[in-house]
């Protein structure tokens, strides 16, 4: 099982309304985020800079490739683009992150 870590920039202010988002999660996008492998996945924020880290599980972290051509994942992406960086393309602006330590 490989772990994938990664952050992203939240605007300021948007806090609330992302977590009330997340907490609402729509079913068809977490059926598909299952569907691909993802496991344990979970959302950080440093409220100091705003910036989100992201963890998550997956057997196979090419599975995540296919995700940006899924029409739900680009619709959660425009219902997503006012509270974050975003790409041209709706996605949010999303750095990966090396792991330098892991303790098991």
Request: aromatic residues 12%; without cysteine; hydrophobic residues 35%.
């Amino acid at each position: 099982m490989a772990r994938v870590a990664f952050k992203m920039k939240l605007y300021p202010g948007k806090l609330e309304e992302y977590k009330s988002r997340h907490d609402n999660l729509w079913p068809e996008l977490k059926q598909l985020l299952k569907q691909s492998g993802i496991k344990d996945y979970s959302i950080f924020l440093d409220e100091e800079t705003n910036i989100l880290f992201g963890s998550l599980h997956i057997e196979k972290p090419e599975q995540l490739d296919g995700l940006p051509n899924h029409l739900i994942m680009k619709k959660w992406w425009s219902y997503m683009k006012d509270l974050m960086e975003t790409n041209p393309d709706n996605s949010p602006v999303s750095i990966p992150l090396n792991e330098v330590f892991y303790l098991k």
